[in-house]
């Protein structure tokens, strides 16, 4: 068993505090906003405090943790601080999530061991399996994305209608991009029948237009 500190209650640290305690894990999350731990409380031994305290992260005991995760990305100042300060009071192992790739940056500076953005690693992970398909993403807030893809060979001849591709697949058509045009028809009619060569702009959760695009 390895014990966890996270620090900050995004949706990335809830979601690590919860997946580290179903492995078996000792987790403590902590975060400066009541209602955020209010979310994780019957879970996670989770509490309030505000870590750019110094006297908070004593109470902590920052060393006895095997790893620290500061899942703090929306205030980069003040993720920095957290960082610097875990980092000279003697934290093992500090795993940082990140708003994009300067932040990354910054942080593996000022002494995080792993950093993680989960948005640009989710839009690269989805280039990587899908790079026949898939011809642009913009990841957007929380785990939405709006990405520009190929037609599937199983959608060829088909139409949104027949399709059901909210119902189906999660996601949203906003757009149709007709072979050798750059317009892009975002008055596409549910009837429309789609031709191998049309690209589609949609948008929804990054891991269900994977999931259209098996």
Known sequence: MHSFLI???????????????RLGEEVLAIDI???KVD??????????????QEK???ELSVPDFDHVIVAISEDIQTSAL???????MGAKHIICQSYDQKHSRLLSRIGADYVVCPEVD???????????????FIP????QSIAEVNIPASWVGKSLRELSVRANFGINVIGLRHPGTEYLDTNLSPDYRFSEHDTLMVIGKSEHIARALR
């Open 140 to 143: 957007l807030s929380g785990d």
């Open 56 to 58: 908070v992260l004593e």
């Open 33 to 35: 906003d009541m209602s």
């Open 122 to 136: 989710m839009g690269d992970r989805i280039a990587r399996k899908f790079s026949a398909d898939l011809l642009d």
């Open 7 to 21: 620090i900050g209650l995004s949706q990335f640290g809830r979601e690590a505090a919860r997946k580290l305690v």
């Open 39 to 52: 979310l994780i409380a019957d879970e996670v031994d989770a509490r309030q405090g505000d870590c750019l």
């Open 82 to 88: 957290v960082t610097t300060l875990v980092k000279e």
